[in-house]
């Protein structure tokens, strides 16, 4: 349904005239939304997945990222990651893919931007912890438990709980909790190309940069990346691209060939299969026998470095050490909240009315920042207080 014409932006473009000009036929183009669970007036000049972006970004969940861990905690100083920047770099290399292989770059940003807003604190150590304590009350699951905050969590309207977000943001989602479960749904149909991007972007981010905090942090050396074939070829094209690349210089031109190789790589595999789909309907394309992605033999590699961070960063002892102690206080502190609910804040008591006394509190725990949990664990918690 078209907006009505509001004279005061009659010379301004329409949503629908840009993504004309822009899109191949297989994006999927604002028009076609179907729309949203709470029916809103359409916007004059903002198209409906420009507003998902701007409620994602404005969400309290949102800005709870910057204190969440990607991989390391506080403890290894400022210079690593957090679920927030690893959120906006997974959001660059999205919109660039999904830019140059004419897709919806609107919704693509906005996917990227929701893709990790459920993270629990202290990572996916805390994700484990959760979904143990959780286990009989259906478990815990990050992507998830962002659905839970897209619908029910956020206050952002008088009427109604939750974000209100379009059915394709939140399908897009649920792809990455429940695939099985959407792939039967949808009659056999894969993804939507969109979502298919930012699975690609989150792949290739997370190799690229949990190496780069690996090395800068020490818990591996450059000499040890480069056991991998990947970071091996970045390493030679580096130096034979800059005379004396060394040390940090080094690791940061690695980082660089890392992103730029497989992003070409994408770009040049799915940018040839889908000149194969000109004329094809959004929906046409994701019941394709394609996904989105690198070729068999970059995969290969991204699998070799992935199974060295794995090892070698993943299961180093001290963030082992941390993991165990995180899980650890994640676990006592629902078992603390169920022994003695009137804690909770009063606002949450609603909420254990719809949902039960322990899945109220997961949520809860789930919504903390890393330091929030610490200072909440110590008032309550910790031995003493």
């Known amino acids: 349904m078209k907006p009505a014409v509001n004279e005061s932006f009659a010379n301004i473009s329409t949503v629908d005239e840009r993504e004309q000009a822009l899109f191949a036929s297989y994006a999927m183009f604002s028009r076609q939304s179907r729309g949203r669970k709470h029916p809103q007036p359409e916007h004059p000049y903002r198209g409906p997945f420009q507003r998902d972006r701007d409620r994602i970004i404005h969400s309290a969940a949102f800005r709870r990222l910057s204190g969440k861990m990607q991989v390391f905690t506080g403890d290894f100083g400022d210079y690593h990651r957090t679920r927030l920047t690893h959120t906006h770099e997974v959001s660059c290399l999205a919109r660039t893919l999904g830019r140059c292989l004419r897709l919806n770059e609107d919704l693509v940003e906005a996917l990227a931007l929701f893709h990790d807003i459920g993270h629990p604190p202290f990572g996916h150590a805390g994700e484990d912890a959760l979904n143990e304590v959780l286990q009989d009350y259906g478990g815990f699951s990050h992507n998830r438990f962002a659905l839970t905050i897209a ?14 977000l379009t059915y394709e943001l939140l399908e897009g989602q649920q792809t990455r909790a429940e695939k099985a479960a959407l792939f039967a749904a949808t009659g056999g149909a894969g993804p939507l190309l969109e979502v298919q991007v930012v699975e690609a972007a989150d792949s290739m981010t997370y190799d690229a940069h949990d190496s780069d905090d690996a090395v800068k942090l020490g818990l591996v050396t ?16 580096s ?19 890392l992103i730029e190789r497989q992003v070409s790589e994408v770009l040049r595999v799915s940018g040839e299969r889908l000149a194969e ?10 019941r394709l026998d394609f996904r989105v992605g690198v070729g068999p033999e970059l995969a290969e590699l991204k699998r070799e470095l992935e199974r060295f961070l794995y090892t070698r960063v993943y299961r180093h002892p001290k963030l ?19 022994d003695r609910p009137e804690l909770l804040p009063a606002h949450h008591f609603r909420r254990v009315a719809r949902v039960g006394l322990p899945r109220a ?17 110590e008032q309550h918690f910790a031995a003493g207080s």
């Open 239 to 257: 130096k034979q691209r800059y005379a004396n690349c060394t040390g940090d210089l080094l690791r940061k031109a690695v980082v660089h060939h």
């Open 361 to 377: 509190v997961g949520d809860y725990l789930a919504g903390m920042t890393d330091r929030f949990f610490e200072a909440t664990f």
């Open 151 to 164: 619908e029910d969590l956020e206050q952002r309207y008088a009427e109604f709980s939750g974000l209100n």
């Open 277 to 286: 789909c000109r004329g094809l309907t959004s929906d046409e394309a994701r």
């Open 320 to 338: 082992v050490a941390m993991r165990t102690e995180a899980q650890s206080r994640l676990q006592q502190a629902f078992q603390g909240y169920l």
């Open 222 to 237: 450059m000499a040890e990346l480069e056991q991998n074939t990947l970071v091996r070829e970045a390493v030679a094209a």
